[in-house]
């Protein structure tokens, strides 16, 4: 059964179809208002700017920063542009391998995955779950380059994880059923997956099928829910009066990593679970109709209400807390979990705010002071950063275990100069008080999109992944795609194209070097998209300024620790501006030099997504996510499976010298 990629590209559909209409003012206008040894991720990118010849200052002060060496040693492999390519490739000297797919073993006693998707959903929540997302590599202490855990998302579901695909019912009243085994099974597939890995006696990687630290996160599992919004009426339903615990956590994209050693998983397209069908109720919740919630007779994924009460959102007053209403309000937020620690309950971070969140990227200062860096994936959306009150303090375990508890939020405005400014999220400031409908500092966090309109934050091309330096601190943030750019919100110096086909990648540094500044200096990195034809045939919104291997829609991103940026891809492959790109890859950029060189193709029909390194990168991690057509068999007819792959060099080097 190949993946109907029909239902990828609805789902994206739906997944932009919140757009954020407000208005906002001119970039002109300034608003007036641990435990564990952990990696230091990172390296530098390709730095470019928008005008190459008139180069920012932030670009000049960079290029005088890193030294003129080309970081990027290994051979460019070829774009892919045929439909029926099922494989992955690398550069020569490399090895790409399968590694850890939908339906493998996690739990100790789970049962073999079967080709027919005829595993039940309490097979399902023994083995790993589907649509492989971000991830981390947390390694032991004591043999940090041959034992570690791997720390998987699961972002969503496809039509593959049943036998013939899901199943609807529409009714005629509007509503559409599921089958009761169907849902449960989805829900066990969503969450992440935790397990150790090890190298063997012939330092071959492999998993480790019966540690006691493999885990399943699902849809059933239970969260606590930490302050400020612990208890408020706004967290209780019917399920759960005390409004302090949570079953279950969705669409988790990308995710973080805290200085303490923990993993922050980050809740993405949670809206399009729920349905609200009281369009009066609706209208006057923001914390509904700003997050896009369903109205209508489902919800626009999965129905799976129709099952779980808990997913009808629709107020009822015969209940307590009038049912269901506020389960939305119990998404949308980082996710921290001790991989070290498997009987403890993951929790949910009120105090970061409520977003579509991509990923929760840390910057440490010299100080111990932090922080967090956040892109809300749809069009029009915001990038954020969340400064935590209380400073890192190494080997204190007890004093970090809830310093993301409390602190300040703030999006980004980004001015036409190449300056901005980091504008607080703070109850009680203009635009953020009672009168403006916010109750208090919880109904701030608990519709920070509406907070962030208020106070005229810069709306974005679908802000994803964030990237820091490991050294500079400066960071990066990939713009996917924004085919409304022009439409709901007119172009700016930081969002330049109208109908933007390809995305992205933007650039800023903290005043001073100080993660918790309130100002920056920014420039745009790189303009993805298409090489301009010598006839000036090509439109000018789809031209990009690549220096080397073309590109479409940035996604996800990391920084090794020589130097080098990686660049991950989401773009439809299917659409007629991506002949000369190709299938969706995985790229790596040098700082200095400016080039961009393709490093991975994946099978067509897949995302690439997710990386992670050991600690002496001389193995990578990356995410296949819904292949197309029969990956990782690659027979033509077996049913593909999101799949993680283990990169290595023949000689055991370290990947990208």
Not at 143 to 153: F, K, M
Not at 220 to 226: A, D, G, K, P
Not at 414 to 424: T, V
Not at 600 to 615: D, K, M, N, Q, R
Request: hydrophobic content about 35%.
């Amino acid at each position: 059964m190949k993946q109907d990629q029909q239902f990828h590209h609805r789902l994206e559909a739906l997944d932009d179809r919140i757009v954020n209409a407000t208005q906002q003012p001119s970039l002109n206008k300034v608003v007036s208002q641990g435990r564990r040894n952990l990696l230091k991720g990172g390296a530098a990118l390709a730095l470019f700017s928008l005008f190459p010849s008139l180069p920012s200052p932030l670009a000049k002060a960079v290029s005088a920063e890193h030294p003129r060496t080309s970081l990027l040693n290994f051979q460019s492999v070829e774009a892919i542009t045929s439909s029926s390519f099922d494989s992955v490739i690398v550069p020569p000297g490399y090895l790409a391998q399968a590694f850890f797919s939908w339906g493998d073993g996690v739990m100790p006693n789970a049962p073999a995955w079967r080709d027919d998707a005829s595993n039940s959903w309490q097979d399902q929540l023994l083995q790993a779950g589907d649509n492989h997302d971000g991830m981390h590599f947390f390694p032991f202490a004591e043999t940090p380059n041959q034992r570690g855990l791997l720390v998987i998302n699961h972002e969503y579901v496809n039509p593959t994880l049943h036998p013939e695909g899901m199943a609807f019912v529409n009714q005629a009243d509007g509503k559409r059923t599921r089958p009761a085994e169907q849902v449960r099974k989805e829900l066990a597939a969503h969450g992440l997956s935790v397990i150790e890995i090890a190298k063997d006696s012939n330092d071959q990687w492999q998993r480790v099928a019966r540690s006691p630290f493999n885990r399943r996160i699902s849809g059933y599992t239970r969260f606590r829910v930490s302050a400020p919004l612990a208890g408020d009426a706004r967290m209780k339903t019917a399920s759960n009066p005390s409004g302090d615990e949570i079953l279950g956590t969705l669409n988790n994209c990308s995710m973080g990593v805290t200085p303490w050693g923990t993993y922050l998983a980050c809740e993405e397209n949670f809206h399009n679970y729920f349905v609200n069908r009281d369009e009066q109720d609706y209208a006057q919740r923001p914390e509904h109709k700003r997050y896009g919630i369903g109205l209508g007779g489902s919800s626009r994924y999965y129905a799976w209400e129709s099952v779980e009460a808990r997913f009808d959102a629709t107020p009822d007053a015969t209940q307590p807390h009038h049912g269901h209403v506020n389960e939305p309000n119990r998404f949308g937020w980082v996710v921290e979990l001790d991989p070290f620690a498997p009987q403890s309950a993951p929790i949910k971070r009120t105090a970061m705010g409520r977003l579509g969140r991509e990923c929760a990227v840390c910057s440490l200062g010299d100080d111990g002071r932090m922080a967090f860096y956040s892109g809300d994936d749809a069009r029009g959306e915001y990038l954020y950063k969340f400064v935590p009150a209380g400073a890192y303090h190494p080997g204190e375990p007890e004093h970090n275990a809830n310093l993301l508890d409390s602190g300040t939020l703030y999006a980004a405005q980004f001015q036409a100069d190449g300056r901005g400014r980091w504008l607080p999220l703070r109850f009680g400031d203009p635009g953020l008080t009672a009168q403006d409908g916010f109750a208090d500092q919880q109904a701030v966090l608990l519709n920070s999109r509406g907070a962030a309109d208020a106070i005229g934050a810069t709306p974005m091309d679908r802000p994803e992944w964030v990237a820091v330096h490991p050294h500079t601190r400066e960071a990066y943030v990939s713009l996917t795609n924004n085919t409304d750019r022009g439409k709901v919100h007119p172009t700016d110096a930081a969002n330049p194209r109208a109908e933007n086909l390809h995305g992205q990648i933007l650039r800023w540094r903290e005043a001073g070097a100080n993660p918790t500044a309130e100002e920056f200096e920014w420039d745009i990195f790189v303009l993805a998209g298409e090489r301009q034809h010598a006839d000036q045939s090509i439109p000018a919104n789809r031209v990009g300024n690549i220096s080397g291997d073309l590109f479409s829609s940035p996604d996800g991103m990391a920084f090794d620790s020589a130097g080098r940026l990686w660049i991950l891809t989401d773009a439809d492959e299917t659409a007629p501006y991506m002949g000369k790109i190709g299938s969706n890859q995985m790229l790596c950029a040098d700082p200095v030099s400016r080039e961009v060189r393709r490093f991975l193709v994946g099978p067509w029909g897949a995302e690439i997504t997710g990386i992670t390194w050991s600690p002496d990168e001389t193995a990578m991690w990356i995410n296949v996510q819904h292949p197309g057509i029969s990956y990782p068999a690659s027979d033509g007819h077996s049913r593909p499976r999101s799949t993680t792959v283990l990169i290595t060099r023949e000689d055991g080097g370290i990947i990208g010298c």
